[in-house]
């Protein structure tokens, strides 16, 4: 696609329940990053995928997150059992190599709210 | 491990004025980029204008312009003729010249720019 995208745009869950926010990359490119936006903060890194490597996990705040990425392309992150606290934008970020001097292109985020 | 500071939460500027946004960044490392980031409300973060460390001379982007001060290790960046348009959050980023590095955010300056 011509840019990276997220679905759902936005999505509103219970507390308890499992979530699966969807990142489409740009074709081809192989590093992939989720980032969350607490409202009112910067961004915090999650994880980042780069071609068929194991993925750095570091950033990932509990296990009840988790991602995955399917034939080095879309990415799903899941949190399970949501929490008040988990609500935040969720960003997804792409670039063409390992390491991309001119950073990412971003996603417009899937904004997430757990009532 | 770096960390960037945006000191300023809230700026506003009157349109065709010119506004300066700060930002300090916290590293050890010798290579590496800054970028500012501009996020409007449909939440997609926008590359703004990059720096490379070992350039001394200050990237300009059209209206948009930084003055880099390594040693100092402050990141300002710089909007003349402001418009209305440029009413945005803005976030001052820092990358390790690394593999798979990461970008480090601040915490984002909220610009409005006036009629």
């Known amino acids: 696609g011509a840019g990276v995208s997220q679905s759902p745009s936005n999505k509103v869950t219970e507390k308890g329940k499992d979530v699966e926010l969807r990142c489409d990359p740009i074709?081809?490119?192989?590093?992939l990053y989720w980032y969350r936006q607490s409202l009112g903060q910067g961004l915090e890194f999650l994880i980042y995928?780069?071609?068929?490597?194991?993925?750095?996990k570091s950033g990932l705040p509990s296990d009840r997150f988790s991602a995955e990425r399917t034939g080095g392309s879309v990415s799903t992150l899941t949190i399970q059992r949501t929490q008040q606290e988990d609500s935040a934008v969720y960003l997804c970020?792409?670039?063409?190599?390992?390491?991309?001097?001119?950073?990412?292109?971003f996603g417009s985020g899937t904004r997430l709210t757990v009532v | 491990a770096q960390t960037v500071t945006q000191s300023q939460p809230e700026m506003s500027v009157q349109e065709a004025e010119t506004v300066t946004l700060s930002c300090t960044y916290d590293?050890?490392?010798?290579?590496?980029?800054l970028f500012w980031y501009k996020q409007p409300p449909s939440r997609q973060m926008i590359l703004v204008i990059r720096?490379?460390?070992?350039?001394?001379q200050n990237a300009t982007e059209n209206r948009f312009s930084v003055n880099f001060q390594k040693a100092a290790k402050s990141f300002s960046l710089k909007i003349s003729d402001s418009q209305l348009g440029d009413t945005a959050m803005y976030f001052c980023?820092?990358?390790?010249?690394?593999?798979?590095?990461?970008?480090?955010f601040g915490e984002g300056t909220q610009l409005t720019v006036n009629p």
């Open positions: 720096q490379e460390a070992y350039k001394q």
């Open positions: 590293t050890s490392e010798s290579n590496y980029y």
């Open positions: 980023a820092f990358m390790k010249e690394t593999s798979g590095s990461r970008l480090t």
């Open positions: 970020a792409s670039s063409l190599q390992r390491f991309s001097s001119y950073g990412y292109t």
């Open positions: 074709s081809g490119h192989t590093a």
């Open positions: 995928f780069q071609g068929n490597s194991a993925p750095d």
